[in-house]
């Protein structure tokens, strides 16, 4: 976990910060590479990068020397990396580490990859920013074939993602998909290893890591619907502090806020966890209003419910088109449904 410590005492406002220097965190996607010796995830120090040199260009006082830190947090979601997501606790193992630290008051804000983020936040804390969203689609990297149709049957797919295996089975039946985790650069190692004859990364981490070139192919949303909140970074910080909010709420990209909103209403609705293939991509399309389209499947593919909505690009449109859009989902598979991937 990459971190950001705020070291200048004018900047905080209190004179504790002479004495104990309050922390700022930078959260993404993986924090760690959890092999025998943890390194510092490249994806997550690039995104921690990204965060410093924004605050750092909006605000003057932060851009003074020293006045951010980063540092490294560790996650038990990134360190065991040899079990489903699902059997291990689900998504808030990427988050717990850091949400104690934040609410415990040794750091001042946490960035996360909002597609790790639960849809409930502890008490006490905000997310008061989500920064531009980066390309929401999923890249395909294989040495042998240039999209998934042309694998040949029996090939071995590695994902992490019942999003994505889900929609692979579901188009392709004759591939076999497995669990595959690990940072960005330990699955491509996987991958020329042979451990796998394909695997499908978010295009997102890839640009944010400076290896688009690495994507084989680029997936149409069409094709593999992304998982919700995918390519969005949201940053969080205590809900009584209210200068972290100033700065952050500054940082705002709203069109990206309002997207997320709607996309993780629909996965609150539908209750959504580890085990449920769910995906969901909100937009503002030509005309400026809300596009939306959201997605609900069984993990081995066989059965697939989809729907649509649009609507005004507002917050109260945009939660009302996924709640509705997850109710109906949540309607058309029935109780039975979800009892089957507890």
Do not use: W
Not at 38 to 51: E, N
Not at 209 to 232: C, H, I, K, R
């Amino acid at each position: 976990m990459a971190t950001l410590r705020c070291t200048n005492h004018t900047l905080l406002g209190s004179p504790t910060c002479l004495a104990r220097p309050r922390r700022a965190v930078v959260r993404a996607a993986v924090a760690v590479q959890a092999e025998a010796e943890p390194k510092d995830s490249p994806l997550a120090l690039a995104q921690a990068r990204q965060t410093r040199d924004e605050l750092k260009a909006a605000h003057t006082e932060l851009a003074e020397d020293g006045a951010i830190e980063i540092i490294i947090i560790k996650t038990t979601g990134d360190m065991i990396l040899d079990k489903p997501l699902a059997d291990i606790g689900g998504k808030g193992l990427f988050t717990k580490e850091i949400d104690d630290a934040l609410l415990q008051g040794s750091i001042d804000i946490a960035v996360h990859s909002m597609k790790d983020v639960p849809t409930y936040l502890p008490e006490g804390m905000i997310l008061p920013c989500n920064l531009p969203r980066e390309d929401v689609r999923d890249a395909f990297i294989c040495l042998t074939a240039k999209t998934l149709g042309e694998l040949p049957a029996g090939s071995v797919i590695g994902s992490a993602s019942l999003r994505r295996q889900s929609q692979i089975l579901y188009k392709y039946p004759s591939l076999k998909v497995v669990n595959f985790r690990g940072n960005v650069q330990t699955r491509l190692r996987k991958l020329k290893e042979g451990d796998v004859h394909a695997t499908l990364l978010a295009l997102a981490g890839l640009k944010r890591l400076g290896m688009p070139e690495t994507a084989t192919s680029v997936l149409s949303v069409d094709e593999m619907l992304p998982a919700v909140a995918q390519g969005a970074i949201g940053i969080t910080c205590r809900s009584n502090d209210d200068k972290m909010m100033e700065y952050l709420s500054s940082l705002n990209h709203e069109d990206t806020r309002l997207a997320v909103a709607c996309e993780r209403e629909f996965l609150s609705v539908l209750d959504g966890n580890c085990r449920t293939p769910i995906a969901a991509y909100a937009y503002r399309d030509k005309d400026g209003n809300c596009s939306f389209r959201g997605l609900l499947a069984s993990p081995d593919g066989s059965i697939v419910y989809e729907t649509s909505r649009s609507g005004t690009y507002s917050l109260d449109d945009m939660v009302a088109i996924g709640q509705d859009a997850g109710h109906e989902l949540k309607s058309k598979a029935g109780p039975g449904f979800f009892d089957g991937l507890q």
